[in-house]
Nanobody, 113 residues
């Protein structure tokens, strides 16, 4: 099983990034997919979630209206717009299904001028 995140980087406040998480080794459509993030010195927190069918999403209040989660084939995406310095964190992909959970290795997002 592999979950490989990409798309992180350094961006100015107000900018955008799109994170991708490519998965392999399990039946993607049977798994709920989520993004979590962890800022320095803070606990890991939920960001967004999408169902296996892609027909329902949920967001943390802090990102609602700015971030969009989507999925296609074996990849889940997180489109991040209007980024703020508080969005700086390591972003992790998370899969849950078939009584199993998997985490990606994380990708760094830094928002700074």
């Amino acid at each position: 099983v592999q979950l490989v995140e990409s798309g992180g980087g350094l961006v100015q406040p107000g900018g955008s990034l799109r994170l991708s998480c490519s998965v392999s080794g399990f039946t993607f459509s049977r798994y709920f997919m989520s993004w979590y993030r962890q800022a320095p010195g803070k606990e890991r927190e939920f960001v967004a979630h999408i169902t296996g069918a892609g027909d329902s999403t949920n967001y943390a209040d802090s990102v609602k209206g700015r971030f969009t989660i989507s999925r296609d084939k074996n990849t889940v995406y997180l489109q991040m717009n209007s980024l703020k310095p508080d969005d700086t964190a390591v972003y992790y992909c998370y899969a849950r299904g078939d009584l199993r959970i998997y985490w990606g290795q994380g990708t760094q997002v830094s928002v700074s001028s």
